[in-house]
């Protein structure tokens, strides 16, 4: 493990939740580029644009997400 001290952890959930729900984006974007053999140079370039808008959003946004997620729910 990295051992990445425990209070950066939101950023790390912010890298690894933006990256892969961009990587799942961009894959279905990209789709119709299967045919013609060009699906992994558009992939890789849908996703790189799309990581770096959003990263930034889920940082900033995530905290607000999850007191909003708090306020919805309850304990049993």
Request: net charge positive; aromatic share 12%; with cysteine.
């Given at each position: 493990?990295?051992?990445?001290?425990?209070?950066?952890?939101?950023?790390?959930f912010?890298?690894i939740?933006?990256g892969?729900?961009?990587?799942?984006?961009?894959?279905?974007?990209?789709?119709?580029?299967?045919a013609?053999?060009s699906?992994a140079?558009?992939?890789s370039r849908?996703?790189l644009?799309?990581?770096?808008?959003m990263?930034?959003?889920?940082?900033l946004?995530?905290?607000?997400?999850?007191r909003?997620?708090?306020l919805?729910?309850?304990?049993?």
């Amino acid at each position: 493990m990295l051992g990445i001290p425990r209070r950066f952890g939101h950023f790390v959930f912010a890298v690894i939740q933006s990256g892969l729900t961009c990587a799942i984006a961009a894959a279905v974007a990209s789709y119709p580029f299967i045919a013609d053999g060009s699906f992994a140079a558009h992939w890789s370039r849908a996703w790189l644009l799309s990581w770096l808008v959003m990263l930034p959003v889920v940082v900033l946004a995530a905290p607000a997400i999850r007191r909003l997620a708090d306020l919805l729910t309850r304990d049993r």
